[in-house]
């Protein structure tokens, strides 16, 4: 059965320890030390995620919809493997790749090319397998002529490029994309969609978060709705997304 | 043999080794071409920073309070070079996981590798400027022995163990206590002057003699002095050293990797 499945949530719950109080600092935790005490044995719990179950089947792209703080972060943070629930399990079957914000895993003093490798390595791939795919990654970020300028010289727009660039030349099976499209200019927006419409013909799994239901709705072919940490819907893309923009509006 | 990584994926071992030398390379590699980037002098700082230390120490010691060394000068440049490479790999290695933070959060890999890239690119300096210790020796009318075939590659291993170990420790450390960046600071310079560098380990009272080898750098720094000043090595304290360094990259590791997966939540 794991032969169909990518990814699979079992019952998972997901909490977080609100305002750790070592998180204050020192002098507050010396301060108030009784105070403290009492507050790390009932430890404050925020639930980000409550018994949440759902399969993503091998090749399937599923839209993550709701609103800030329904999970979606969590969601994905458990599924690349950073997190781990508290209850429940999280099992994922294949390689899986995120994409990363603006500029994270570049070094703004490094060269175009040095940070083609050094966040090509970081994101999985061995130097050899950035050196046979340098000239595809430089080409599709249409930045040959910026390649041996320091990258704190670029533009935003040129870092997304960057950063996209590499992503996009990985190898992967799971695909998680978190809002990264919005980024660019359209015509490059428009590349890289079509670059991930083409994973998806290739049967890489993909786990699209958005805030915007057309997106999703354009892109997937299933999505789950995500409210206050529990799934509230799950199923077709543009049903799910049809409701949740009612409950949006209404 | 086959490790099954994280996410599932399963690797061959070769893959894995080769992976994970060429993300500390890479890492390495961006530390060290970042460092004195922008800098007119560039690499001349790593030997003049810890050169200027020393000559501050050699007025104050020497001569405002006419310690009674021979060679002051060679037996501050000794070990201030060690205690450099050392505590800026402790001190730097507090933001190595709160500096990347965006990374934690979104990827999962071998982050220890943020650590030991730091901690390696501080050696290499270290490694680097050995030449210019070497040119004072002679300055001094002495030269290197037969001894430090074994002797430096030795040294090094151990200096490697224990600043890993002690810099894995800083680094997730801080993750959960952040008042910890501000402590370090502090505590390696308390350390600083409870390890004799600045002064012989003979001078230390005897009754307190014994903290030389409580101290788990006090071996490696006292024999890096002996070495470069051509005085026979010290193996009792080689021998603690070995030890200390063993063990404090042992508990650096094992806490490093208990935690390793709350990183995401508290970076």
New interface residues.
């Given amino acids: 059965m794991s032969d169909t499945i990518a990814i699979r949530f079992n019952q998972v719950t997901k909490y977080?320890?609100r305002n750790?109080s070592?998180?204050f600092?020192?002098?507050h935790l010396m301060l108030n030390l009784p105070k403290h005490m009492e507050h790390m044995a009932q430890t404050k719990r925020f639930c980000a995620l409550k018994d949440v179950s759902f399969e993503v089947r091998r090749g399937e792209s599923i839209g993550l919809i709701g609103r800030n703080g329904s999970g979606k972060s969590t969601t994905?943070?458990l599924i690349?493997?950073?997190?781990?629930p508290n209850e429940g399990s999280v099992?994922?079957?294949?390689?899986?790749s995120?994409l990363?914000?603006l500029?994270?895993?570049f070094?703004p003093?490094?060269s175009g090319a040095?940070n083609i490798?050094?966040n090509g390595?970081?994101?999985?791939m061995?130097?050899?397998q950035v050196k046979e795919r340098f000239r595809e990654i430089v080409e599709f970020s249409e930045l040959e002529n910026f390649l041996e300028q320091p990258i704190r010289t670029y533009s935003s727009g040129m870092i997304a490029r960057l950063g996209f660039s590499v992503a996009v030349h990985l190898d992967p099976e799971?695909l998680l994309l978190?809002e990264v499209l919005t980024v660019g200019d359209m015509a490059f927006a428009e590349k890289c969609f079509k670059r991930i419409k083409s994973f998806r013909e290739k049967g890489v799994t993909i786990m699209f978060v958005s805030h915007s239901p057309e997106m999703v709705t354009s892109f997937c072919d299933r999505a789950i709705w995500l409210n206050g940490g529990t799934v509230a819907r799950i199923g077709d893309a543009k049903t799910v997304c049809d409701e949740y923009q009612k409950t949006m509006v209404g | 043999m086959n490790i099954k990584m994280r996410n599932g994926k399963s690797w061959g071992m070769a893959r894995f080794l080769e992976y994970y030398r060429d993300l500390t390379l890479v890492l390495l590699q961006k530390e060290f071409t970042v460092r004195y980037k922008n800098t007119a002098l560039g690499y001349v700082w790593s030997v003049l920073n810890p050169l200027l230390y020393a000559i501050i120490y050699l007025f104050v010691f020497k001569v405002i309070f006419k310690i009674q060394i021979q060679n002051y000068l060679l037996f501050l440049v000794s070990g201030v070079f060690f205690w450099q490479a050392f505590s800026n790999s402790v001190c730097a290695s507090s933001s190595a996981f709160i500096g990347n933070s965006s990374l934690i959060k979104k990827v999962q890999f071998s982050r220890e590798c943020l650590v030991l890239s730091g901690v390696l690119n501080d050696l290499t300096h270290f490694i680097l400027s050995i030449p210019i210790i070497v040119i004072i020796m002679v300055f001094y009318g002495m030269a290197p022995t037969l001894d430090w075939l074994w002797a430096v590659p030795f040294l090094l291993t151990v200096q490697l163990l224990l600043t890993f170990g002690i810099a894995l420790m800083v680094a997730t450390g801080n993750l959960f206590l952040r008042d910890l960046e501000r402590l370090i600071t502090f505590l390696v310079m308390l350390w600083f002057y409870l390890t004799p560098i600045i002064y012989k380990e003979d001078m230390v009272p005897a009754a307190l003699q014994w903290t030389k080898f409580v101290n788990p750098v006090a071996g490696i720094a006292i024999n890096w002095r002996h070495l470069f000043m051509g005085e026979p090595l010290a193996p009792l304290l080689l021998g603690s050293a070995g030890v200390w360094s063993a063990a404090i990259f042992a508990l650096g590791y094992w806490i490093y990797k208990k935690s390793n997966w709350k990183f995401a939540e508290y970076v």
């Fill in positions: 977080y320890r750790t070592l998180s600092g020192l002098k994905l943070g690349a493997n950073v997190l781990r099992k994922t079957f294949g390689r899986i995120s990363l914000e500029g994270a895993g070094h003093e490094l040095e490798f050094l390595i970081l994101l999985g061995t130097r050899r799971i978190d």
